[in-house]
Nanobody, 118 residues
């Protein structure tokens, strides 16, 4: 059974940092394109970042230089390190096994809420 379980969200002040985790079971993350996608209230999903099986990474322009995607193959876990957070980063963040560098997914988690506010 495939499961993706995110954690690490919360309330943070502008300029702060958070690390999101996505624990995966049911498939090996290093064999697939794995992505983070976010959805702000009242808006559609926004692709954030993807790491491919070869370790090649891409980021949305809106997070480039501030967010870092990584994976721990031994733990079968995906991470998103977020620095210099802005109020516009407020969203539900979910991880997914995706179709290439996109937000189109085969499987996704329920998500973890990130709120950036003073």
């Amino acid at each position: 059974q495939v499961q993706l379980v995110e954690s690490g969200g919360g309330l943070v002040q502008p300029g702060g940092s958070l690390r999101l985790s996505c624990a995966v079971s049911g498939f090996t993350t290093s064999n697939y394109y794995m992505s983070w996608v976010r959805q702000a209230p009242g808006k559609g999903p926004e692709w954030v970042s993807t790491i491919n099986p070869g370790g090649i990474i891409r980021y949305a322009d809106s997070v480039k230089g501030r967010f870092t995607i990584s994976r721990d193959n031994a733990k079968n876990t995906l991470y998103l390190h977020m620095n210099s957070l802005k109020p516009e980063d407020t969203a539900l963040y979910y991880c997914a096994q995706t179709v290439g560098y996109s937000g189109s997914y085969y499987f996704r988690g329920q998500g973890t809420q990130v709120t950036v506010s003073s």
